[in-house]
């Protein structure tokens, strides 16, 4: 009996500091419910532009034809719950639950529609639900939409296969944007100084013929080069920190561009990205040029 208890006191120690960390880093911002509910009533119009996504250089790109859906308008309840029968989200129906506001209501205002060779054609989303995900000392959350389509959309190479869809658009407080923003430039100041910097000690390296001279260069080089990939300037330019903002109640600014994407069905169920999304209130341009549909593309790691 002691020898059990013993064994059983040992096992929980060796799995207390794990469970511990896990813990400590998926705690929740104590925000989150206050945003969520601040969300009455909000009308978004989005613009789906869905094409192929490689991966070239480590890097997704958009290839081959697009097919841009237009003019759906989504209306978000903060207040109230999605229906039961609500489509799965990936932050409450995940792995971290405790992250999201949980299920919201989410109404399908007016369905999207694209033309093909027969005319208009109107998408068909269903089971409609949105979420706010937010880690704790995290400077950015995520706003979430997530349906059920009915039937696949598709015109010639770009389409939309029919299951779970989602968008998810990145978003931060107004202090966390300005936190962000500052450091931006901060990290692009020492970035421009190394460059610069490096780019001198290499054209001095080249010019001399003292070979002790040419060593003390490219050591100069190196330190510089050193320094430009510690400014962090590289993360900084992922985010989308100098993008037109929809803002929203509690004092929340929404990135107007977002990423559409789905999972394949398995056991891992892998994230595929479909394209981008922009959104739109009143007053504001919808429009969408090819540079912001790559940005958003790039932008593509924001998923919480």
């Given at each position: 009996?002691?020898?059990?208890?013993?064994?059983?006191?040992?096992?929980?120690?060796?799995?207390?500091?794990?469970?511990?960390?896990?813990?400590?880093?998926?705690?929740?911002?104590?925000?989150?419910?206050?945003?969520?509910?601040?969300?009455?009533?909000?009308?978004?119009?989005?613009?789906?532009?869905i094409?192929?996504?490689?991966?070239?250089?480590?890097?997704?790109?958009?290839?081959?034809?697009?097919?841009?859906?237009?003019?759906?308008?989504?209306?978000?309840?903060g207040?109230?719950?999605?229906?039961?029968?609500?489509?799965?989200l990936?932050?409450?129906?995940?792995?971290?639950?405790?992250?999201?506001?949980?299920?919201?209501?989410?109404?399908?205002?007016?369905?999207?529609?694209?033309?093909?060779?027969?005319?208009?054609?109107?998408?068909?989303?269903?089971?409609?639900?949105?979420?706010?995900?937010w880690?704790?000392?995290?400077?950015?959350?995520?706003?979430?939409?997530?349906?059920?389509?009915?039937?696949?959309?598709?015109?010639?190479?770009?389409?939309?296969?029919?299951g779970?869809?989602?968008?998810?658009?990145?978003?931060?407080?107004?202090?966390?944007?300005?936190?962000?923003?500052?450091?931006?430039?901060?990290?692009?100041?020492?970035?421009?100084?190394?460059?610069?910097?490096?780019?001198?000690?290499?054209?001095?390296?080249?010019?001399?013929?003292?070979?002790?001279?040419?060593?003390?260069?490219?050591?100069?080089?190196?330190?510089?080069?050193?320094?430009?990939?510690?400014?962090?300037?590289?993360s900084?330019?992922?985010?989308?920190?100098?993008?037109?903002?929809?803002?929203?109640?509690?004092?929340?600014?929404?990135?107007?561009?977002?990423t559409?994407?789905?999972?394949?069905?398995?056991?891992?169920?892998?994230?595929?990205?479909?394209?981008?999304?922009?959104?739109?209130?009143?007053?504001?341009?919808?429009?969408?040029?090819?540079?912001?549909?790559?940005?958003?593309?790039?932008h593509?790691?924001?998923?919480?």
């Amino acid at each position: 009996m002691k020898i059990s208890a013993l064994i059983c006191t040992v096992g929980v120690t060796a799995v207390s500091p794990s469970s511990a960390f896990l813990s400590l880093i998926n705690k929740v911002n104590p925000s989150l419910n206050k945003y969520a509910e601040a969300q009455e009533d909000v009308m978004l119009k989005i613009r789906l532009d869905i094409g192929q996504v490689e991966m070239k250089d480590g890097k997704p790109q958009i290839t081959g034809n697009r097919l841009g859906i237009d003019n759906l308008l989504l209306r978000i309840h903060g207040k109230e719950s999605a229906s039961p029968k609500h489509a799965s989200l990936p932050g409450a129906n995940g792995p971290n639950p405790q992250l999201s506001s949980g299920p919201k209501s989410l109404v399908v205002a007016n369905q999207g529609s694209y033309v093909d060779l027969t005319g208009t054609q109107h998408i068909k989303l269903e089971d409609g639900a949105w979420e706010m995900v937010w880690r704790n000392n995290a400077r950015a959350g995520a706003l979430i939409c997530a349906f059920n389509l009915a039937e696949e959309i598709k015109r010639n190479d770009a389409g939309i296969p029919s299951g779970r869809l989602h968008l998810t658009f990145p978003l931060w407080t107004q202090e966390s944007l300005e936190d962000l923003r500052t450091r931006k430039a901060k990290a692009e100041e020492i970035a421009t100084e190394a460059l610069e910097r490096h780019e001198n000690e290499v054209r001095m390296m080249q010019e001399t013929n003292n070979p002790l001279m040419k060593a003390l260069h490219f050591r100069n080089a190196c330190k510089a080069h050193e320094d430009l990939d510690y400014s962090g300037y590289r993360s900084y330019q992922k985010m989308p920190l100098e993008r037109d903002m929809i803002h929203l109640s509690g004092g929340l600014h929404l990135c107007t561009l977002g990423t559409v994407w789905t999972k394949k069905e398995g056991w891992f169920q892998d994230h595929v990205l479909l394209g981008s999304a922009r959104a739109t209130t009143e007053g504001m341009r919808d429009d969408f040029s090819v540079v912001e549909r790559k940005e958003a593309i790039a932008h593509s790691d924001l998923h919480p």
